[in-house]
């Protein structure tokens, strides 16, 4: 992840102008302020952009976390732009003999859901009931 680093500026205290009648160190000052403001701005947005949402690991990875109903197979958006390792459990305080198998493709999780097919065929066939997987992506 690449950001571009926070630049410092602190205005001028007003009171420290001897004159604000000179118009040229008014319009000076005006210039200043207006550029750092926009500068602000794009660093808030590139804050924004890596972090909301997003919460740095020790070993400086992003991680993201969710719940999602899923019947079969379904996909999650995580919110990261490349996906390094996924952990996958089923809520419920039921036993289950479901299997969790996910494919990655960029910052999409696709979630598959497997049961039994019969009893004493332990064949995996797509769960047809949703049920309640929570998973967490961590990555970039």
Known sequence: MSTTPI???RPPVVTDFPDW????KRKSFI???DRNFQIAFDNTSTIESNYIGKTPTLEGKLVN???VAITGSGTV??????????????????????????TVSG?????????PTAAGDTTPTAETAA????????GA
């Open 65 to 67: 976390w969710g719940t």
């Open 21 to 24: 009648a000179d118009e040229r």
């Open 31 to 33: 210039q200043q302020l």
């Open 107 to 115: 910052g999409t999780l696709t979630i598959l859901v497997w049961m």
């Open 77 to 102: 958006a995580t919110g990261l732009t490349t996906i390094e390792s996924v952990s996958l459990t089923i809520q419920g305080s039921a036993a289950s003999d479901n299997v969790l198998t996910y």
């Open 7 to 9: 630049r410092r500026w």
């Open 131 to 138: 049920l309640t997987i929570a998973w967490e992506a961590r």
